[in-house]
């Protein structure tokens, strides 16, 4: 059992995906590298204890059993967060859960500032309950939240990559954890209905803090991200060290583009393209000719993912493609050589 302690971060990774684990490390790296030794207690849950063998956290080891009573009665695996958050916040006066796909760019004891100034904390605030009008979500729920919960539609929409509470949230979380239950079933096919459900349980307590600034959630493209996190590890190696709490500073903290050269050669290249070729060429283009650093090819990788899913019908060749004409006889070389990478990889989940 964990100590008990006044602060502390949460961090949930199981599932036995290596990019996971590569994910969770980073972003404990840069939680470290930024607080410059005042960093929080780091409590981390997961299934695999031994991949964090020798790294800063407390561990709570989850069973088989645990993970499968965390999905609920509805087998939904994202309420595996709610219930972790629930059992951290017994360990500490004040915990912040973190999405896996985060790194920071300030020290963390500027979430804990932000949480002193408001009843909560979220990555961010995204909308409003009325926005969603016409979708799935508000046509399905909207009727039930007014009716049981007098939910109205002003109610704020948060993103819970980033989630903390000011003072007590254990009743809070229970009914997070009730709702999820009861709304899941009724939508089954919408996977954010975890954080929705904070928001429902949350609406009371006022506008939350964002951790704008001080963390960089990469939910969106992040097959990009994944790999310039895997180039780090391959660089530094997967075991801590004082060494890869300083090399964080190497990485980009925005995603890489091109030098302006070949931004500008691309558009002469493309001007007479179709727009849809001409994003397909862009994608292309951009795998190619990344390969300044390590980062910007570990991107270029990511570019040629996005080409192959999205661009090349399944048993197509590269030369098949309308818009490879734009690409020189070494780039289209690099690109096949990519695409070919990209297609043994395409059955791990980059999700």
């Known amino acids: 059992m964990a100590e008990h302690v006044s602060r502390q971060l949460v961090y949930l990774v199981y599932g036995g995906k290596p990019e996971y684990h590569r994910e969770a490390k980073y972003s404990i790296l840069s939680a470290l590298h930024h607080a410059q030794g005042s960093c929080p207690r780091i409590l981390l849950y997961t299934d695999e204890p031994a991949q964090f063998t020798g790294w800063p956290v407390d561990i709570v080891e989850l ?4 993970l499968k009573v965390w999905t609920g009665p509805a087998s939904y695996l994202h309420r595996r967060k709610a219930a972790a958050i629930r059992d951290a916040l017994k360990y500490a006066d004040q915990s ?3 999405d896996t796909d985060t790194f920071f760019l300030d020290s963390p004891l500027r979430l804990f500032e932000r949480l002193a100034k408001a009843q909560w904390l979220v990555d961010e605030i ?3 309950w009325s926005e969603c009008k016409g979708d799935e979500l508000h046509t399905v729920l909207s009727p039930y939240l007014s009716e049981q919960h007098g939910v109205d539609q ?3 929409l948060i993103n819970s990559g980033v989630l903390g509470f000011q003072g007590a949230a254990a009743q809070l979380m229970d009914n997070t954890l009730a709702l999820i239950d009861v709304m899941h079933p009724m939508v089954p096919r919408i996977h954010i209905i975890e954080q929705f459900a904070v928001g429902v349980a949350a609406r009371h307590l ?4 964002e951790s704008r600034g001080v963390i960089k959630h990469y939910f969106s493209g992040k097959n990009y991200w994944r790999h310039m996190v895997a180039a780090f590890f391959q660089r530094h190696g997967d075991a801590f060290s004082a060494h890869a709490i300083q090399a964080v500073r190497e990485v980009p903290t925005a995603k890489p583009r091109p030098a302006w050269w070949h931004r500008l050669n691309f558009r002469l290249r493309s001007l007479f393209l179709p727009s849809r070729a001409r994003s397909h060429a862009k994608l292309a283009y951009y795998a190619a000719v990344m390969r300044a650093d390590p980062y910007a090819e570990a991107c270029g990788h ?3 993912e996005e080409l192959r899913r999205k661009a090349i019908p399944a048993g197509e060749s590269l030369s098949m493609q309308p818009w490879s004409k734009i690409l020189s006889g070494q780039q289209k070389r690099y690109l096949a050589r990519l695409l070919g990478e990209a297609a043994s990889g395409s059955s791990r989940d980059l999700s």
């Open 154 to 156: 002003q109610m704020l």
């Open 96 to 98: 912040i859960f973190i």
């Open 126 to 128: 995204e909308g409003v």
């Open 302 to 304: 990511g570019y040629a």
């Open 63 to 66: 069973d088989a059993d645990t």
């Open 206 to 209: 006022g506008r939350p803090a």
